[in-house]
């Protein structure tokens, strides 16, 4: 099987998180007149008494086609991946529930100033990049424990150009 | 007055809050090794029952000398500033308490791969960008109401190149 990249729009991510875009948001004016501010693109949730952690994630390129052999999600809380570059990147996803067939996986491209908010439990590859290593600033709260579930995809599904 | 900006550093900063930043900080091999983890550079604090969002700011450049007016600060939560470029930036701060006297006042300058987490109650400038528009991320508590507390400063003070 195949999965083919769509574009990131916030309507079609709906499902799985939100998209962190400042393109078609209204913004604010603050500080007095100096800047503009896109509020609450996104909430980040965690379980009642712990806080997020702001984390670096560095990641190498993959080479596409790429097997997608293992999908894994954070049931307790949200996880925001922003990219510290201005190249598109791939977002492989799933809904939130049970552990996912093939079928079901969805493959979002950014556009190189978007970043996404994964709701808690939706299901993800790690984060892929492409052409050269990238940096990604990463909203979450430590993925360890009860706040990881991994799943291995049956088949074979093909990330494609 | 003339507040002139030293360079951040964690250990200058650390009274004020922390420095997300990859240099120097250790990291955990993750994602088949296709990942480097900088994991937990800054917890994100927030009252009970509360959750951070995130925001970006898109900032005007000021010119310097710039005459610094006003700090305020959020006595409930933290604030993280992390830029979406990559030039030096300053970040004008005074320790958490009562309200500071300009003397109290000090002023760091990012190196270009550097971002801020403030601690809750830290006083502070609204964020400051030179030569041009500068986009940041922003991972906060609504700034409104009870965690909302705003100084004017006594006489004149101006931050200088």
């Given amino acids: 099987m195949i999965a083919r990249p769509e574009p990131l729009t916030r309507a079609a991510f709906q499902p ?81 529930g049970e552990p996912p067939r093939p079928t079901a996986v969805r493959v979002f491209m950014t556009n190189g100033r978007q970043g996404v908010n994964l709701h808690p439990g939706v299901w993800h590859h790690w984060q892929l990049s492409l052409d050269r290593e990238s940096d990604y600033l990463v909203i979450d709260c430590e993925g360890a424990g009860a706040n990881l579930r991994q799943h291995r995809l049956e088949g074979e599904l093909w990330l494609a150009a």
């Fill in 16 to 96: 799985f998180g939100e998209v962190l875009e400042t393109a078609g948001r209204k913004s604010a004016t603050i500080n007095q007149g100096y800047a503009q501010k896109f509020a609450d693109l996104a909430r980040v949730e965690t379980p009642a008494g712990r806080q997020a952690q702001l984390s670096v994630y560095r990641s190498q390129p993959v080479s596409l086609p790429f097997l997608l052999q293992e999908l894994e999600c954070h049931p307790l809380a949200s996880q925001a991946f922003f990219p510290l570059h201005s190249r598109p990147f791939p977002v492989v996803v799933a809904p939130a």
